[in-house]
């Protein structure tokens, strides 16, 4: 971020007061950052039985004895699933909507209520039953934004089988990575989804991801959703609707230990290799139905809510699948992109369906904005009260836009902080509750500890920036990482003494305020995806054509971050003055063989030499000056420092 930008942000004065009558019925009251702060467990252990039902009770809440490896509730039992389902067939709501399902094609929608999603988990953790599963075992599950997506999570969970989702857009190769890592079982995919108005292939990835001889997997369970042709293995493949039809109607759900693994689920560190964040059962849910319920305010009666966010990343786990369904709630799940067939098909559904909360990302914000606000202002968006936003820091602007034109003018925005390590919103407004800024997170949620740090590891005085850290446990903190405990402890629980290092740049306004300023370490943000510059400099360097490469994550209007590679080529490989872009697209499609199409660098620049330091370390700081258009800042630590001189008469041919 430009010293410029984060001027902007800290000279923010405009601020929003809860309407009193939004406050007159807000889930989220004042009182409770007090109470929190006087009984952290006190609190935590009424949010657990407020939120989730046990079928036995815990008697102690935390057990950090072994720190930082945390046990929430740990003698207590639950099962995530009938707390997601059958507690409100049970209650007499079995007709009421659980997902109001919008497939990408026009008019190719379906209502599952809970009854139904009752009887589709029962069936599925049945099937995988019958396909031998037993709690403990792992399953992988890729499938496109469809309600089989819901029922496979739940009938894992339901059975005690952690399940690790991976993100359509995942290429095998990241698939077999994730597969192998987590040992999964069994694989559940689609043919295919539907993706900017036409079908897109699945199995074909999952057939690639285990093309090799000691996979773990057994079985591939296959929904047909698009129809399209699919190669078959008959030893291995089975249809998701045969299996289903088979298995039996009814599954009675046992009790899990509290901290039963619920999942895994795969992000990108600061090494090549991404980590497996696992999450157990009884924290989790409770961290996710409670701040669904204060943060977002739902209220379960009346609201229909809606998370764009894809089930493959954390967001999905807690605000699509965990958080909401434990709360009842009935909610929008879309499978497509906000463009298809038509630049207003979001609010489109915003209409269609009431929806009065809605959960999405800046980058999407920022480009309804480039759409223009004429776009939204075709559809009837009155029902909208509550808007969040998550992923990446929300700037002012795009805060004010969303408010003014997708809110009504009158709708809250929450800037929701938190990661697929925290499980769970950790710093955020409550509507109705907190004074507004636009482009702050403000300060952490009633029951969680959160501090700027200077170098020194002391709290930064207002009006400074520093490192974010979390001081207290929480109940949906990540467990470690999947088979590397050592990682965990270094990568989170070593760089201040007994705190969380969050990995983000933060600062603290004169209000005491904290405002994200991004990430201090080698991650990138791409339209709020975490992507690692050194997982993709692997990807780039696994060409051949490439002798060695260097990623960073430039300053983008869009996309928050964008991935700009500089690469030197091998010898005969063509040469910074020539024109490069076919070279250039080859290594964009290799990156995305290798990770994923989200990974593709945006710009590559052929260079002769990269810029480092005497120990051999690459300067990343000033290819961001040479990425984001700058003067290159202060370069006397390079070992060779004529290097930024060849790198930028290199880069002024014009056919680059
Ligand atoms: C990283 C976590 C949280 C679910 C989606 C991303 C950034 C997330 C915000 C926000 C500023 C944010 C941080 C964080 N981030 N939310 N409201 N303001 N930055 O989960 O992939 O685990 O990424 O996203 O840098 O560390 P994730």
Not at 337 to 345: A, W
């Amino acid at each position: 971020m430009s010293n410029e930008t984060l001027e902007n942000l800290l000279h923010e004065d405009r601020s929003f007061p809860p309407d009193p009558a939004f406050t007159a019925q807000a889930n989220g009251t004042a009182d409770m950052y007090a109470a929190a702060e006087a009984d952290h467990e006190g609190f935590w252990a009424q949010q657990a039985r407020k939120y989730v039902t046990w079928s036995k009770d815990f008697t102690q809440v935390l057990d950090w004895s072994d720190a930082p490896f945390a046990k929430w509730f740990a003698d207590g039992e639950l099962n995530a699933a009938y707390n997601c389902v059958d507690r409100h067939v049970e209650a007499g709501r079995g007709d009421k909507v659980a997902l109001h399902w919008v497939g990408e094609p026009t008019g190719d929608t379906r209502d599952v209520t809970y009854a139904d999603l009752h009887r589709e988990v029962q069936k599925a953790a049945n099937a995988l039953t019958d396909l031998g599963l037993t709690k403990g075992d792992t399953v992988a599950i890729y499938l496109p934004m469809i309600p089989e997506a819901v029922v496979a999570m739940l009938a894992c969970a339901r059975l005690g089988v952690p399940h690790s989702v991976v993100f359509g857009g995942f290429s095998a190769e990241a698939l077999n990575t994730r597969i192998a890592d987590a040992q999964a079982k069994l694989v559940i995919t689609s043919d295919g989804g539907y993706r900017r108005g036409a079908p897109s292939a699945l199995k074909p990835a999952v057939d690639a991801a285990l093309d090799h001889a000691d996979t773990s997997v057994q079985k591939v369970l296959v929904v047909r959703r698009t129809g399209q042709d699919v190669a078959w293995n008959d030893s291995r493949d089975i249809w998701w609707h045969d299996a289903m039809a088979a298995a039996g109607d009814t599954h009675v759900a046992q009790g899990m230990e509290s901290e039963h693994p619920l999942f895994i689920l795969y992000t990108s560190g600061t090494t090549g290799k991404p980590k497996g964040i696992f999450h157990t059962t009884g924290g989790f849910l409770t961290q996710a139905a409670y701040t669904n319920s204060v943060v977002h305010d739902l209220h379960p009666e009346t609201d229909v809510y809606w998370c764009t966010a894809d089930i493959g990343w954390v967001t999905g786990h807690s605000y699509i699948v965990y958080g909401p369904l434990a709360n009842g709630a009935t909610q929008v799940l879309y499978e497509g992109t906000p463009d298809t067939p038509h630049q207003g098909r979001f609010w489109e559904i915003v209409q269609d369906y009431k929806v009065s909360i809605l959960y999405t990302a800046p980058t999407a914000i920022r480009t309804f904005m480039k759409w223009g606000s004429d776009i939204p202002a075709k559809f009837d968006m009155s029902s909208i009260r509550v808007l969040g936003s998550v992923g990446e820091p929300i700037n002012p602007e795009a805060w004010m836009w969303y408010r003014e034109h997708i809110g009504g003018g009158h709708a809250p925005v929450v800037d929701t902080w938190w990661q697929t390590e925290t499980g769970g919103i950790m710093i955020s407004p409550l509507p109705g509750v907190t004074n507004l800024k636009p482009g702050s997170a403000q300060k952490a949620i009633p029951g969680i500890g959160a501090d700027v740090l200077d170098d020194m590891g002391e709290p930064v005085p207002n009006g400074t920036g520093g490192y974010l850290v979390l001081t207290k446990p929480w109940p949906a903190m990540l467990r470690g990482i999947w088979g590397d405990p050592q990682r965990y402890v270094d990568t989170y629980w070593s760089r201040f003494e007994g705190m969380y290092f969050a990995g983000d740049g933060a600062k603290k306004d004169d209000e005491g305020n904290i405002w994200l300023l991004g990430r201090v370490d080698d991650v990138m943000n791409v339209s709020g995806h975490r992507l690692s510059t050194t997982e993709i400099e692997s990807a780039l360097v696994s060409h051949p054509k490439v002798a060695e490469a260097a990623v960073v994550g430039a300053n983008d209007e869009m996309t928050g971050q964008a991935v700009v590679a500089f690469v030197i080529l091998r010898q005969g490989e063509g040469h910074e003055h020539d024109d490069n872009s076919q070279i250039e697209t080859e290594l964009r499609n290799h990156v995305a063989k290798e990770i994923g199409p989200i990974a593709k660098p945006k710009k590559i620049m052929v260079v002769p030499e990269l810029p480092k330091t005497r120990s051999g370390k690459i300067m990343r700081r000033l290819l961001r000056d040479v990425a984001e258009g700058r003067a290159v800042g202060d370069a006397t630590t390079l070992a060779d420092s004529s290097v930024m001189d060849l790198i930028k008469t290199g880069l002024s041919n014009p056919s680059e």
